[in-house]
Nanobody, 128 residues
Framework: QVQLVESGGGSVPVGGSLRLSCKHSGGSFRSYHMGWFRQNPGNEREFIAGIRGSSGGYSTHYADSVKGRFTMTRDNAENTVFLQMNSLKPEDTAVYYC???????????????????WGQGTQVTVSS
């Protein structure tokens, strides 16, 4: 069974940086598409970034709201994905979730309901 464990959240001032990690276990990591989403109370879960598995050439995809500020990478040797977040803004405050799926097609990447596996989430707070 796939398990995802996020780490790296915390509180930072506006303009600061954080690096989130998500450790994957329970399957062939290289074949999994991986994603980052975020959510605030009362809001829908929002796609932030995705990196496809081997079948997708490890391509990366970003939400417009974070493009140029956030970078998602994967380390297949360590079964881990990272989300480097720079130039953080108050509106980036949320719980950040890691997601994994083996069979996702590109058009489904941004839909939370199409992902099979989720981590427990890690809080990111950006204060002005």
């Amino acid at each position: 069974q796939v398990q995802l464990v996020e780490s790296g959240g915390g509180s930072v001032p506006v303009g600061g940086s954080l690096r989130l990690s998500c450790k994957h276990s329970g399957g062939s990591f290289r074949s999994y598409h991986m994603g980052w989403f975020r959510q605030n109370p009362g809001n829908e879960r929002e796609f932030i970034a995705g990196i496809r598995g081997s079948s997708g050439g490890y391509s990366t995809h970003y939400a417009d709201s974070v493009k140029g500020r956030f970078t998602m990478t994967r380390d297949n040797a360590e079964n881990t994905v990272f989300l480097q977040m720079n130039s953080l803004k108050p509106e980036d405050t949320a719980v950040y979730y890691c997601a994994a799926d083996r069979h996702l097609i590109l058009s489904s990447l941004r839909r939370p309901s199409d992902w099979d596996h989720w981590g427990q989430g890690t809080q990111v707070t950006v204060s002005s």
